[in-house]
Nanobody
């Protein structure tokens, strides 16, 4: 059974940083592209970062994605956080037509 478990969310003041983690199990982690999405209330889910099986990373400004294949985990470092970054953040693992989602972790940026 495939599981993606996100952690590391919480409350942070504007300008702060957070690192989210995604622990994967039940799949061959090295075969999956890993992505982070977020969804704010009333808005559509949007892609914020992705990292290929070979480690090529792409992300929106201020965010950095990484993966540790030995730990079957992906990470999202978020810097200089703003109130508009407040959302639920989801980890995604995909390869071809197969796509798995985690349950998400809430990030709230406010003073």
């Amino acid at each position: 059974q495939v599981q993606l478990v996100e952690s590391g969310g919480g409350w942070v003041q504007p300008g702060g940083s957070l690192t989210l983690s995604c622990a994967a199990s039940g799949l061959t982690f090295t075969s999956y592209v890993m992505k982070w999405y977020r969804q704010a209330p009333g808005k559509e889910r949007e892609l914020v970062a992705s990292i290929s099986t070979g480690g090529t990373a792409n992300s929106v400004p201020r965010f950095f994605i990484s993966r540790d294949n030995a730990r079957n985990s992906a990470y999202l470092l978020m810097n200089s956080l703003k109130s508009e970054d407040t959302a639920k953040y989801y980890c995604d693992a995909e390869t071809g037509i197969i796509k798995y989602w985690g349950q998400g972790t809430q990030v709230t940026v406010s003073s």
